[in-house]
């Protein structure tokens, strides 16, 4: 098995400031900007340009720089920029240790941005783990030289190729230099940055427009014939239809919430942070929820990265209170 995280802005986020800014004429300049000054002057960039990726997968977040002052210089910026890279892949390694439970011993990278010596001595400090770096970066290049080799005869067998990697590869270690208290600091920043970046792409006048001429949705539920695994991603726009008493917790510590559409009726079991003191009849947005079994019964939580907000202008709609879709034979379609 393998585990993949993709990084929305990477090598981009240089581009960027190279073609947006002329802060530099070839992106190699970036590491002699960022290296003659000695932090980032409180700067944190977010370079959610289309959103993040891995691990949150918010399409609503846009980019934010974060901190600047009037003594914010470029080479702030462009420190800030290999900064947010090496913090994108801190969340993604995050991620994949939770989801496996494993430890991450070292980590192995090629690619064009890992000539940047700051960059991967910087990965190495955040990560707390050692880096090695191919020393034939572009390794998809190589590969693909070596699969032509063997293709046309060049190279008899696979043992050839595995013997020339040998003599002309090999890696070099970055090792971490960073104390723990640091690195945690240093984390801490770049999630606060990354929460002010979340649900900005409302104020572009371009999705308003797109959203007044949006269509309205279709049922969210269907009818099976058997359950299916846990469905994760879902977006949903309820009507509050039930509140729970005061102090009623579920054994989790869960609020449980009865609400509901036109198809029928739901129950969310939310956090005490995601639990809205909401009303009866009011509407709530539902974002990256995901289904669970509960004694039987189909319900929705909130996976780690979404969240519960109030519904604003929305088209009023009636519950179908008749049909409690959270039986068995249901499931949510998440459109």
Same mark, same amino acid.
């Given at each position: 098995?393998?585990?993949?995280?993709? *990084?929305?802005?990477?090598?981009?986020?240089?581009?960027?400031?190279?073609?947006? =800014?002329?802060?530099?004429?070839?992106?190699?300049?970036?590491?002699?900007?960022?290296?003659?000054?000695?932090?980032?002057?409180? *700067?944190?960039?977010?370079?959610?340009?289309?959103?993040? =990726?891995?691990?949150?997968?918010?399409?609503?977040?846009?980019?934010?720089?974060?901190?600047?002052?009037?003594?914010?210089?470029?080479?702030?910026?462009?420190?800030?920029?290999?900064?947010?890279?090496?913090?994108?892949?801190?969340?993604?390694?995050?991620?994949?240790?939770?989801?496996?439970?494993?430890?991450?011993?070292?980590? #192995?990278?090629?690619? +064009?941005?890992?000539?940047?010596?700051?960059?991967?001595?910087?990965?190495?400090?955040?990560?707390?783990?050692?880096?090695?770096?191919?020393?034939?970066?572009?390794?998809?290049?190589?590969?693909?030289?070596?699969?032509?080799?063997?293709? *046309?005869? =060049? #190279?008899?067998?696979?043992?050839?190729?595995?013997?020339?990697?040998?003599?002309?590869?090999?890696?070099e270690s970055f090792q971490p230099a960073m104390r723990p208290a640091t690195r945690s600091k240093e984390y801490a920043r770049w999630k606060d940055a990354v929460e002010r970046a979340m649900d900005?792409?409302? =104020?572009?006048?371009? #999705?308003?427009?797109?959203?007044?001429?949006?269509?309205?949705?279709?049922?969210?539920?269907?009818?099976?014939?058997?359950?299916?695994?846990?469905?994760? +991603?879902?977006?949903?726009?309820?009507?509050?239809?039930?509140?729970?008493?005061?102090?009623?917790? %579920?054994?989790?510590?869960?609020?449980?919430?009865?609400?509901?559409?036109?198809?029928?009726?739901?129950?969310?079991?939310? %956090?005490?942070?995601?639990?809205?003191?909401?009303?009866?009849?009011?509407?709530?947005?539902?974002?990256? +929820?995901?289904?669970?079994? *509960?004694?039987?019964?189909?319900?929705?939580?909130?996976?780690?990265?979404?969240?519960?907000?109030?519904?604003?202008?929305?088209?009023?709609?009636?519950?179908? %209170?008749?049909?409690?879709?959270?039986?068995?034979?249901?499931?949510?379609? +998440?459109?």
């Amino acid at each position: 098995f393998a585990l993949e995280g993709s *990084v929305a802005c990477a090598g981009r986020t240089v581009q960027w400031l190279r073609d947006n =800014f002329g802060f530099f004429k070839d992106a190699s300049e970036v590491e002699a900007l960022a290296t003659a000054v000695e932090d980032t002057g409180g *700067v944190t960039l977010v370079p959610a340009f289309s959103g993040l =990726f891995a691990p949150y997968w918010r399409e609503d977040a846009r980019a934010v720089m974060a901190g600047m002052t009037l003594y914010t210089k470029k080479e702030h910026i462009c420190r800030a920029a290999l900064e947010a890279v090496a913090f994108s892949t801190v969340d993604v390694m995050q991620a994949m240790k939770h989801d496996t439970g494993l430890r991450l011993g070292s980590m #192995y990278v090629d690619g +064009g941005m890992t000539i940047n010596n700051f960059l991967m001595q910087l990965q190495s400090d955040l990560l707390g783990v050692s880096v090695l770096r191919a020393k034939m970066p572009e390794a998809t290049v190589l590969g693909a030289a070596l699969a032509a080799g063997l293709a *046309v005869g =060049f #190279y008899t067998d696979a043992k050839e190729v595995k013997e020339f990697l040998k003599t002309a590869g090999g890696h070099e270690s970055f090792q971490p230099a960073m104390r723990p208290a640091t690195r945690s600091k240093e984390y801490a920043r770049w999630k606060d940055a990354v929460e002010r970046a979340m649900d900005l792409q409302k =104020f572009n006048p371009q #999705y308003q427009v797109a959203k007044e001429d949006k269509p309205l949705r279709k049922p969210r539920f269907k009818k099976v014939d058997a359950l299916k695994p846990v469905q994760k +991603g879902i977006n949903l726009v309820l009507k509050i239809v039930k509140l729970p008493e005061a102090g009623a917790l %579920t054994d989790g510590g869960l609020h449980s919430v009865v609400c509901g559409d036109t198809t029928g009726v739901v129950t969310l079991r939310l %956090t005490a942070d995601q639990f809205l003191p909401c009303e009866v009849g009011r509407y709530i947005r539902v974002q990256n +929820g995901k289904t669970v079994m *509960v004694k039987g019964h189909i319900h929705v939580q909130i996976d780690k990265w979404g969240k519960v907000t109030q519904a604003e202008e929305q088209e009023a709609f009636d519950v179908n %209170t008749e049909k409690d879709i959270s039986a068995v034979e249901y499931e949510l379609t +998440g459109e």
